[in-house]
Nanobody
Framework: QVQVVESGGGLVQAGGSLRLSCATSGRAFSSYGMGWFRQAPGKERDFVAAISWSGEDTYYSDSVKGRFTISRDNAKNTMYLQMNSLKPEDTAVYYC????????????????????WGQGTQVTVSS
């Protein structure tokens, strides 16, 4: 069983920054593809960003590209989402997800490809 725990959410003013962290248990982290998703009140959970097992490949939704940066530190079993120039529409619960077959499915935005999920961390951006 893999444990995935997000942290770093909070309240920030528009234009500000936050960095989310996702700590993942297990020594197999370096083989996991990782992704961030978010869900705003009353809306479906949407893809935000993904990173391959090696960190070589990244993919972003159009709404966050240029503002958010996904990264990972395999030595720390941790993935990060640096969020800059935050907007009120970024307000959502942010979820970390891990794909244990990341060396087969290199990078994906498909939710069903991720088999481990965190409980979410709230990000609120005030105008």
């Amino acid at each position: 069983q893999v444990q995935v725990v997000e942290s770093g959410g909070g309240l920030v003013q528009a234009g500000g920054s936050l960095r989310l962290s996702c700590a993942t248990s297990g020594r197999a982290f370096s083989s996991y593809g990782m992704g961030w998703f978010r869900q705003a009140p009353g809306k479906e959970r949407d893809f935000v960003a993904a990173i391959s097992w090696s960190g070589e490949d990244t993919y972003y939704s159009d709404s966050v590209k240029g503002r958010f940066t996904i990264s990972r530190d395999n030595a720390k079993n941790t993935m990060y989402l640096q969020m800059n120039s935050l907007k009120p529409e970024d307000t959502a619960v942010y979820y970390c997800a891990a794909n244990s077959r990341g060396r087969i499915v290199i990078i994906t935005r498909i939710q069903s490809d991720y088999d481990y999920w965190g409980q979410g961390t709230q990000v609120t951006v005030s105008s």
